[in-house]
């Protein structure tokens, strides 16, 4: 029952800061009437939460986002079986192209950001010659949509925050990296750093202050 509650109470939070404006001090519920609906064609539109049992040795999970008629966009997140967060991921076109943050049991790890190819254009027209007659048509055919990792990766140590590698990417080609080794002086300041931080003082997740973004 605490996990169910854990989760509900991270989708509303992260739900009302979706739909909050910069001019707004005060949040309303969700209307839960309006999750999990579909256009006038029959596909997803608006907010939804989707629940994915355990399959091929992955465990289940909850995701939750808006469609815009059938298509994921804006910001994704994933929680895992104790209603933790597992990841913040941006979509346009159904396509990730943007931030992306990845948790392991609710603490940050990773964060980068990616490019989608293709994101706005799902058929292309090309020119076609008959091998016989020689005569030009233009037909259409279905674009392959994509995702590359795009800008800088940065990945962090789960305990304590502190960065431990970068990583700079041309679309998905790595053309850097460099390593973040702890010394010893460092110790005592990452040791203090990680009693104050959110998961260690029972503080799993606070409302976000932008639009749409959870930070920690």
């Known amino acids: 029952m605490m996990k169910l509650l854990k989760a509900i109470l991270v989708i509303a939070l992260l739900y009302w800061a979706m739909d909050a404006t910069a001019q707004t001090s005060r949040v309303n519920p969700p209307d839960r009437s309006n999750i999990n609906h579909y256009d006038p064609k029959g ?22 986002g808006k469609y815009d008629h059938g298509e994921k966009y804006g910001p994704w997140y994933k929680l895992d079986e104790e209603g933790d967060l597992v990841s913040m991921e941006t979509f346009h076109h159904n396509v990730l192209d943007g931030e992306a943050k990845y948790f392991d049991r609710g603490k940050l790890i990773a964060t980068g950001t990616y490019r989608g190819l293709n994101p706005e254009r799902e058929y292309d027209t090309i020119i076609v010659e008959d091998p016989v007659t020689g005569s030009q048509s233009l037909r259409s055919v279905h674009n392959d949509r994509n995702t590359v990792r795009h800008g800088t990766w940065r990945f962090y140590n789960a305990d ?13 080609s790595m053309i850097f990296s460099k390593e973040f080794p702890m010394s010893k002086a460092d110790s005592a300041f990452y040791q203090k750093r990680e ?22």
Request: aromatic share 10%; glycine share 10%.
């Open 43 to 64: 596909k997803p539109d608006g907010m939804w939460v989707l629940n994915e049992g355990a399959r091929m040795g992955e465990p289940s999970n909850m995701q939750f």
């Open 160 to 172: 304590n925050g502190r960065l431990m590698r970068e990583e700079e990417y041309q679309v998905d």
């Open 195 to 216: 009693a104050n931080m959110p998961h260690n003082k029972k503080k799993y997740y606070t409302p976000p202050g932008d639009v749409g973004v959870l930070k920690y």
